[in-house]
């Protein structure tokens, strides 16, 4: 893809949604790191469905850490792998009370060093809180660079550096958000949204969802952005 054309893709992307903000709910560091970790597998509203029980009850390290992996699966029930989730919640907030003062460190090594954060995780947290130009690939962004050919890559750490290396400076930082927001309502995994899609003349797809004939039967997206699959979603696989 021509450099021109990933500019005036961005370009659109950003004159639509000129401040993306993530879905995940959360106030601060802290809630923002546990909410990434367990969208893992799961969905964002499965997510927030979680942390809105939770998080009025233990929302610090250490209170989680009181609380223990038993006291929190009762929470954590709504999303998916929450047993895993569970202890690797409270490992997590073990580590971040003994290793870093009950604070988020702005460092990767240590983010990585967390249990239950990978790279993805990291890469968010920089980028919302710390204010870091990283981009997270998740399956929609996985998805959305390869079939845009905005940034082909056969791994998702591979699509990560093809959007490091050539997405324009001025949107880098919030790249993340709207590729992740149009892998989510638009370039959808089953009949993407195509003939709404406001990138449709410069995305280098082939195999582009038709426009329904004249007459079809009433349904579909509303314009300018397509529902959600009615199958199970995949997310993040990356944590």
């Not at 990933?6 to 993306?20: G, K, S, T, V, Y």
């Not at 879905?23 to 509203?45: I, P, Q, R, W, Y």
């Not at 007459?215 to 509303?222: F, K, N, S």
């Amino acid at each position: 893809m021509h450099a021109a054309t990933r500019r005036a893709i961005f370009r659109r992307l950003a004159a639509a949604n000129p401040e993306p903000k993530t879905e995940l709910e959360h106030s601060g560091a802290f809630e923002l790191l546990v909410a990434v970790m367990l969208s893992a597998h799961t969905t964002d509203k499965s997510v927030n469905a979680a942390t809105r029980r939770l998080f009025p009850v233990a929302n610090t390290p250490a209170a989680i850490l009181a609380l223990g992996e038993e006291g929190v699966k009762p929470y954590l029930k709504t999303v998916g792998l929450y047993n895993a989730k569970s202890r690797n919640l409270i490992g997590l907030c073990r580590m971040l009370v003994e290793l870093h003062g009950g604070q988020v460190p702005a460092d990767r090594a240590a983010l990585e060093a967390l249990p239950g954060v990978g790279r993805k995780t990291a890469n968010v947290v920089l980028n919302i809180i710390f204010g870091e130009h990283e981009i997270a690939v998740d399956t929609h962004i996985f998805r959305v660079a390869n079939r845009t050919g905005l940034a082909p890559g056969k791994t998702p750490r591979a699509v990560e550096d093809a959007l490091n290396a050539n997405t324009p400076a001025e949107f880098k930082h919030n790249a993340h958000h709207w590729l992740i927001l149009h892998g989510r309502y638009v370039c959808t995994a089953l009949r993407p949204a195509c003939p709404t899609c406001i990138i449709n003349d410069l995305c280098e797809y082939r195999d582009k969802t038709k426009p329904k004939p004249p007459g079809a039967a009433p349904g579909g997206p509303p314009a300018g952005a397509a529902a959600q699959p009615k199958t199970r979603p995949i997310r993040g696989g990356i944590a």
